[in-house]
């Protein structure tokens, strides 16, 4: 099947979602602490976390098709860009429990650092 250049997009899209925001977390935190902003490095992590958990969240709330193909393939599924976004009970759960999860997360975090240093 001939995928467009649009489903192409929303498929990678959807893999940069599941594991290449990870990725780019770790190396934008790996080059904050060799630069000149080592102060603000502990708060990075927990930040990052409140991003991709407000992400998710809002993913969800408008229903980004490349959230949808991420939480497809996070099912073992086949991606179907071009298809409306009908998320699953068990998606929407998901999606809501590991958003929710790092913005708490990352909330706490941040406080514990902000007391504790």
């Not at 930040?47 to 809002?58: E, K, P, Q």
């Not at 590991?98 to 913005?103: L, P, T």
């Amino acid at each position: 099947m001939i995928k467009t250049k649009q489903e192409k997009r929303i498929i990678y899209l959807a893999y940069f979602c599941r594991y290449g925001f990870f990725a780019l977390m770790l190396l934008l935190g790996l080059g904050l602490r060799i630069s000149t902003f080592k102060e603000y490095a502990k708060y990075f992590l927990p930040g990052m976390g409140i991003l991709y958990g407000t992400y998710l969240l809002l993913g969800l709330q408008f229903r980004f098709k490349h959230l949808y193909c991420a939480m497809q393939e996070a099912y073992k599924q086949k991606m179907t860009p071009h298809s409306s976004c009908d998320f699953t009970k068990e998606m929407v759960r998901d999606i809501l429990v590991i958003g929710s999860g790092f913005v708490f997360g990352g909330v706490v975090g941040i406080i514990v650092i902000y007391l504790y240093t």
